[in-house]
């Protein structure tokens, strides 16, 4: 059966491996670079710069408890460099990884005419086609709009601005921040409404206080006019800086207008297999909206392709990880689905253990932040926000018995590596149970 998949991300190449897997013939066609934003210039991007802003972050930290006395020159031309190199070693692995099962990749823009792709003026019929191509920048109808970055320029600037206005409130307007803050740059944050609204009030506190006291905030604020070195707030006030809208991501869904059905908001429309209303075509990963996380970009590319071939899959998008990359991680889920009435909820909070990339943080009391709130009645977890340099993978492995629906008496049975800088479990196993 010949399977065809349009875009490498996440979705696409995740789905063109289970398909190899599978023993399915695929061509998977590639308008740039595969791995997609995610690797090119998105997450794994900002992990890299983070990572430099970790070591910059603890290296002043040591400077002032006085053991440590050194000075860092940072090159950013130079960490640039690294990370473009770097790169080019993952897309190697990415295209190798995907051949050893078989799968043939193609480079060129692809369009859709009826039941056949054309790419590189070459027809390729189809049994089966994804659509995976993913989704860009939004940039907001303003004057001077042009002059803006966004997460596509990262890697293109020669030296870390001297100012920097971020105009959003999102997730990735706070992990910008917290890189170019720590690099030097003097940032502002211009949210339209609140900053941060994924995460509760507490935690949203220490992010400013304790992780990037430095990035000045200013909420409930529209731009008016972007400047190459300037912006324009709507109540006329000029804030000296370059521009970086980290104001959303629009689908880039243009290439299945007219031939599958659209959401209001230009996100393809699919049901729980993936499927759009045209029977042997589905949709994954960004172009389809809702998260737009890798992880679960990956999930949909495999439930899409496990229907491709025949073996009946549904996806499920209950308690969803998320994660705030910053120089202290911040991780959170939520069960969607808890129906807890106020009497029923009950909240613990708790200051972070001290351990690994945070012992030497109980001297400025910065050791993180832990909230879980609890359905008493049904002895269940409905929500966790945790800080501490172990979150991301202490969230994920919670989400997941979240998830399973376990019952809090199970967690009696979680035994942890010690050292650990994780606060969620001793919260559950010491102070809940």
Request: glycine share 6%; hydrophobic share 35%.
């Given at each position: 059966?010949?399977?065809?998949?349009?875009?490498?991300?996440?979705?696409?190449r995740?789905?063109?491996?289970?398909?190899?897997?599978?023993g399915?013939e695929?061509?998977?066609?590639?308008?740039?670079?595969?791995?997609?934003?995610?690797?090119?210039?998105?997450?794994?991007?900002?992990?890299?710069?983070?990572?430099?802003?970790?070591?910059?972050?603890?290296?002043?930290?040591?400077?002032?408890h006085?053991?440590?006395?050194?000075?860092?020159?940072?090159?950013?031309?130079?960490?640039?460099?690294?990370?473009?190199?770097t790169?080019k070693?993952?897309?190697?692995?990415?295209?190798?990884?995907?051949?050893?099962?078989?799968n043939?990749?193609?480079?060129?823009?692809?369009?859709?005419?009826?039941?056949?792709?054309?790419?590189?003026n070459?027809?390729?019929?189809y049994?089966?086609?994804?659509?995976?191509?993913?989704?860009?920048p939004?940039?907001?109808?303003?004057?001077?709009?042009?002059?803006?970055?966004?997460?596509?320029?990262?890697?293109?600037?020669n030296?870390?601005?001297?100012?920097?206005?971020?105009?959003?409130?999102?997730?990735?307007?706070?992990?910008?921040?917290?890189?170019?803050?720590?690099?030097?740059?003097?940032?502002?944050?211009?949210?339209r409404?609140?900053?941060?609204?994924?995460?509760?009030?507490?935690?949203?506190?220490?992010?400013?206080?304790?992780?990037?006291?430095?990035?000045?905030?200013?909420?409930?604020?529209?731009?008016?006019?972007?400047?190459?070195?300037?912006v324009?707030?709507?109540?006329?006030?000029?804030?000296?800086?370059?521009?970086?809208?980290?104001t959303?991501?629009?689908?880039?869904?243009?290439?299945?207008?007219?031939?599958?059905?659209?959401?209001?908001?230009?996100?393809?429309?699919?049901?729980?297999?993936m499927?759009?209303?045209?029977?042997?075509?589905?949709?994954?990963?960004?172009?389809?909206?809702?998260?737009?996380?890798?992880?679960v970009?990956?999930?949909?590319?495999?439930?899409?392709?496990?229907?491709?071939?025949?073996?009946?899959?549904?996806?499920?998008?209950?308690?969803?990880?998320?994660?705030?990359?910053?120089?202290?991680e911040v991780?959170?889920?939520?069960?969607?689905?808890?129906?807890?009435s106020?009497?029923?909820?009950?909240i613990?909070?708790?200051?972070?253990?001290?351990?690994?990339?945070?012992?030497?943080?109980?001297?400025?009391e910065?050791?993180?932040?832990?909230?879980?709130?609890?359905?008493?009645k049904n002895?269940?977890?409905?929500?966790?926000?945790?800080?501490?340099?172990?979150?991301?993978?202490?969230?994920?492995?919670?989400?997941?018995l979240?998830?399973?629906?376990?019952?809090?008496?199970?967690?009696?049975?979680?035994?942890?590596?010690?050292?650990?800088?994780?606060?969620?479990?001793?919260?559950?196993?010491?102070?809940?149970?």
């Amino acid at each position: 059966m010949k399977n065809i998949v349009i875009g490498s991300g996440p979705a696409g190449r995740l789905a063109s491996v289970e398909l190899g897997k599978l023993g399915e013939e695929v061509t998977l066609i590639e308008k740039n670079h595969i791995a997609g934003t995610c690797l090119n210039e998105g997450c794994m991007v900002i992990c890299a710069l983070t990572d430099v802003t970790k070591f910059i972050d603890a290296n002043n930290r040591f400077n002032k408890h006085g053991f440590l006395k050194s000075q860092i020159e940072v090159s950013y031309e130079k960490i640039v460099e690294k990370i473009v190199e770097t790169q080019k070693i993952l897309r190697h692995l990415n295209e190798l990884e995907n051949e050893s099962f078989g799968n043939t990749i193609v480079y060129g823009e692809a369009s859709i005419e009826g039941d056949t792709v054309k790419v590189n003026n070459e027809s390729l019929e189809y049994d089966n086609l994804l659509i995976a191509t993913g989704a860009r920048p939004f940039i907001p109808n303003i004057r001077g709009s042009e002059f803006g970055l966004t997460n596509k320029d990262i890697l293109k600037l020669n030296e870390v601005p001297e100012k920097l206005n971020i105009i959003g409130g999102g997730i990735i307007a706070c992990e910008i921040a917290n890189i170019y803050s720590t690099l030097g740059s003097e940032v502002n944050v211009i949210a339209r409404s609140k900053f941060l609204k994924e995460i509760n009030e507490t935690t949203k506190e220490y992010i400013l206080k304790r992780i990037i006291p430095d990035v000045n905030v200013i909420e409930n604020t529209n731009i008016k006019e972007a400047f190459k070195n300037k912006v324009l707030t709507e109540n006329d006030e000029e804030l000296e800086g370059v521009p970086f809208f980290a104001t959303g991501r629009t689908p880039n869904s243009e290439i299945a207008e007219g031939f599958v059905e659209l959401n209001p908001d230009k996100t393809i429309k699919v049901n729980e297999m993936m499927q759009t209303n045209v029977d042997n075509v589905y949709a994954a990963g960004d172009v389809i909206g809702g998260y737009q996380l890798t992880p679960v970009a990956r999930m949909e590319g495999r439930v899409a392709a496990r229907n491709m071939a025949n073996y009946p899959n549904k996806v499920s998008y209950s308690c969803i990880p998320q994660t705030i990359s910053l120089n202290t991680e911040v991780s959170f889920v939520e069960n969607e689905k808890n129906e807890c009435s106020d009497e029923d909820k009950a909240i613990v909070k708790f200051p972070g253990i001290p351990g690994p990339h945070s012992f030497w943080n109980i001297l400025t009391e910065q050791t993180g932040y832990a909230e879980i709130e609890f359905d008493k009645k049904n002895n269940k977890i409905n929500k966790i926000n945790s800080i501490s340099p172990s979150s991301t993978s202490d969230v994920a492995y919670l989400s997941y018995l979240m998830r399973e629906d376990y019952d809090l008496d199970d967690y009696e049975e979680f035994l942890e590596v010690h050292p650990s800088t994780d606060t969620t479990y001793k919260l559950i196993k010491y102070m809940w149970l």
